[in-house]
């Protein structure tokens, strides 16, 4: 069965910093994997995917994470944060066969101005 | 850009009644998704349908959960008879099937805070 571990479920960085959010994930076969955002109030919304394609994913709003299969892992990135990249922060992945996706307990990022 | 809402934003219910929380998937989708997060813990998968029927469940969709597709647009999830447990943010989702699989981005609607009292 497949599984995600988001470790730090709260984060802080200062403004301009770089922007490490962790995810690790289980799965006997290839995963998807995906990251979305949530701010507050809305709904979750796709940041980027990963689908077997490129290892390095670049997604919207300047992030990008990287498929590390030796690490079992898909950690977001994003060189310099902004205010407005305070929000809730999910990784996914999908299941194999089927349709549904596993999710992380999230990871909450606050920008310190 | 097309998004997936819901409503109620907030619905507050007593133990033992009936709630239907609502969605309206983006229109030319057709894989839709009910997730709910107990608060503090994961976003949990309940449901999936498609075709007019449930393709997938989860453990935790027992009996007292069902979901209707009524007309062309809503997308309904009922709880029959709350639980306290049964209190969470219930997320539903659509998905547009260009690869038909696991590939498929799933939209998310804002979700719907369920409180059971």
């Known amino acids: 069965a497949q599984s995600v571990t988001q470790l730090g479920s709260h984060v802080s960085v200062s403004e301009g910093a770089l922007v490490l959010l962790r995810c690790n994930y289980s799965?006997?076969?290839?995963?998807?994997l995906f990251w979305y955002v949530q701010y507050p109030n809305q709904g979750l919304q796709l940041l980027l995917k990963y689908t077997s394609a490129a290892t390095l994913v670049k997604g919207i709003n300047g992030f990008e994470a990287e498929f590390k299969k030796s690490e079992t892992s898909f950690h977001l990135t994003k060189p310099s944060a902004h205010m407005s990249d305070a929000a809730e922060y999910f990784c996914?992945?999908?299941?194999?066969?089927?349709?549904?996706?596993?999710f992380g307990t999230g990871t909450s990022l606050t920008v310190i101005p | 850009e097309p998004e997936v809402t819901q409503t109620p934003s907030h619905q507050v219910t007593q133990m033992g009644q009936e709630v239907i929380l609502r969605c309206v998937p983006i229109?030319?989708?057709?894989?839709f998704y009910w997730y709910r997060q107990i608060l503090g813990q994961k976003v949990e998968f309940l449901v999936s349908?498609?075709?007019?029927?449930?393709?997938?469940k989860s453990e935790i969709f027992d009996d007292q959960f069902s979901v209707e597709r009524p007309d062309g647009s809503n997308f309904t999830l009922k709880i029959r008879s709350t639980k306290l447990e049964d209190s969470a943010m219930y997320f539903c989702?659509?998905?547009?099937?260009?690869?038909?699989?696991?590939?498929?981005?799933?939209?998310f609607g804002p979700g719907t805070r369920l409180t059971v009292l």
């Open positions: 996914a992945v999908s299941a194999f066969t089927g349709n549904q996706f596993y």
């Open positions: 989702a659509s998905s547009e099937p260009v690869s038909g699989g696991p590939k498929d981005t799933q939209y």
């Open positions: 229109s030319n989708h057709l894989y």
């Open positions: 349908f498609y075709n007019n029927e449930i393709s997938e």
């Open positions: 799965s006997s076969v290839p995963p998807y």
